[in-house]
């Protein structure tokens, strides 16, 4: 999971309760990911960052937000918008998001959120 | 529009038999094409990649996977199995084009002793 933190590993949500996830990275990564695991399917995109102060949303962004205040953290919150939750999310980085080195995306241990 | 397919939910092999785990994609331009595995409840790991050049490309574990544009597949494979190599597989491909990842479904395998 070389160099890319989350926490906690489990976080549990009560009903119309916004909830923030940690993803911390200290591979000096320009990019940054934040994706959903659901069972049966393939990862799905939240939000992604290419540099500190920016971000775009993904395919599945409503309910969820982030910020980028440092090139090494990216925090998501899941808020009370978002119906369905329970997941299993998963942060990535990778060193940028153009040129041929530069795509391969290196993941955190992930982080399960549960609904009380 | 741009997919990839892991027609395979599950494959079962025996430890010390070859295994084959099955990836083809639906891509506009030429893809950058990648293997991750995942262990329980654990993030994923990256397993090998193919931007260009030799087809056949060798990676983590013991892993390679062959590149074949004809045929749209980057299947991922292994001469001998090891009952530590079950887990998920997941394939991913990128347009060089554009920024983001299509993932396959996953596909799990099982090696039995």
């Known amino acids: 999971d070389g160099g890319i933190t989350q926490s906690p590993k489990y976080l549990f949500r009560k009903e119309g309760q916004n909830v923030t996830l940690s993803c911390e990275q200290n591979l000096n990564h320009d990019a940054m990911y934040w994706y959903r695991q659901d069972p049966g399917q393939g990862l799905r995109l939240i939000y992604y960052s290419q540099i500190v102060n920016d971000f775009q949303k993904g395919d599945i962004a409503e309910g969820y937000s982030v910020s980028r205040e440092k090139k090494e953290s990216f925090p998501l919150t899941v808020t009370s918008a978002q119906k369905n939750p329970t997941a299993f999310y998963l942060c990535?980085?990778?060193?940028?998001?153009?040129?041929?080195?530069?795509?391969?995306?290196?993941f955190g241990p992930g982080t399960r959120l549960l609904v009380l | 529009a741009q997919s990839v397919a892991q027609p395979e939910d599950q494959v079962n092999v025996a430890e010390g038999n070859p295994l084959t785990v099955k990836c083809t994609y639906s891509?506009?331009?030429?893809?950058?094409l990648f293997w991750y595995v995942q262990y329980p409840n654990r993030g994923l790991q990256f397993l090998l990649k193919?931007?260009?050049?030799d087809n056949l490309v060798k990676g983590s574990y013991g892993f390679e996977a062959e590149f074949n544009k004809s045929q749209t597949s980057f299947h991922l494979k292994k001469p001998s199995a090891l009952v530590s190599d079950s887990a998920l597989y997941f394939c991913?491909?990128?347009?060089?084009?554009?920024?983001?990842?299509?993932w396959g479904a996953g596909t799990k395998l099982i090696i039995k002793p």
């Open positions: 990535a980085s990778s060193p940028g998001l153009a040129g041929i080195n530069q795509e391969t995306q290196y």
């Open positions: 991913a491909v990128r347009d060089r084009g554009d920024y983001q990842l299509i």
């Open positions: 891509v506009s331009g030429n893809p950058y």
């Open positions: 193919y931007i260009t050049g």
